[in-house]
């Protein structure tokens, strides 16, 4: 498309190239866009400036590409432009996403070495980052660091911990935190508590998992139809459908939305006996 724009007198712009190289970078063709760069000074006289760094940093990062994404920030610096907060933060969520917490972390310390301070969606996405590999004493301690630099948790930051918390197992810890979110001046979203809800359930201790509802409601949230069906399934599983029928109908009671398939299951394990099935 280049080629044939200034084939017929018609030399593309910055947006142009940008445009392709975005495409390139969403395709994995990595190397081209170095190619294109190339062709954008060479062929259209157009140099890149910070802008045009920006650009490939971001885009790079937000496709994966976070070696790219740090070498062109690299080439930023070298040509004395000035590298923002975002620019770091999109390098960091790039290395977070791959894994490579060790890239990731001594990034931000880069960044506050040279008074660039991380803001919250970036400690946030090294907690989200340390959780997702399980090093959950990694994340506390970023957590710690967050706050000796003057930078708050919010409620990202809080709910990637107990999703880390649950995931390694430790759901009565995270649930713990969770009780204790007042103190830590931080207010908990329905995501939060569905987070520690599934916990539970997936360590089979389904009574604290209602239990998490029941706060959940108390707390003006509903659990999804779908969320409601995975613990109403997990019960009669266990063969408790009268604990299933008796959560469903606290649910229903306290205006969460309930579904055929909800019924279904608990008429199935024989939650409401019998004669349910011939009511019509």
């Not at 445009?19 to 954008?40: N, P």
């Not at 204790?180 to 360590?203: A, C, K, L, Q």
């Not at 459908?241 to 199935?268: H, L, R, W, Y």
């Amino acid at each position: 498309m280049i080629g044939v724009m200034l084939q017929n007198g018609c030399p593309p712009d910055k947006i142009t190239y940008y445009t392709v190289m975005g495409f390139l970078c969403k395709e994995k063709r990595v190397a081209e866009v170095r190619g294109l760069l190339g062709r954008m000074m060479n062929d259209a006289g157009l140099f890149p400036d910070q802008v045009t760094y920006n650009m490939l940093i971001h885009v790079f990062a937000k496709h994966g590409h976070a070696d790219e994404a740090l070498e062109f920030l690299r080439e930023l610096e070298g040509k004395r432009f000035r590298v923002d907060e975002v620019g770091y933060s999109a390098v960091v969520h790039s290395f977070c996403l791959n894994g490579r917490m060790a890239e990731a972390k001594e990034i931000v310390g880069e960044m506050i070495s040279k008074e660039c301070h991380p803001d919250v969606v970036t400690y946030s996405a090294v907690v989200d980052g340390f959780c997702r590999i399980e090093e959950i004493d990694q994340a506390r301690k970023m957590m710690k660091h967050m706050y000796k630099n003057g930078c708050k948790p919010n409620i990202v930051t809080h709910t990637a911990l107990l999703n880390g918390l649950c995931k390694a197992g430790k759901t009565s810890e995270a649930l713990e935190l969770l009780n204790n979110s007042g103190e830590e001046w931080w207010t908990p979203s329905d995501i939060t508590y569905s987070v520690v809800m599934h916990g539970f359930r997936r360590e089979g201790k389904l009574k604290e998992s209602c239990d998490v509802v029941a706060q959940m409601l108390q707390k003006g949230f509903f659990p999804t139809t779908v969320e409601i069906n995975l613990l109403i399934h997990a019960l009669c599983k266990e063969g408790k459908p009268a604990e299933a029928k008796d959560f469903m109908e606290q649910c229903q009671s306290k205006g969460c939305t309930i579904n055929v398939i909800n019924f279904t299951t608990v008429i199935t394990a024989g939650g409401f006996g019998i004669s349910a099935v011939f009511v019509g």
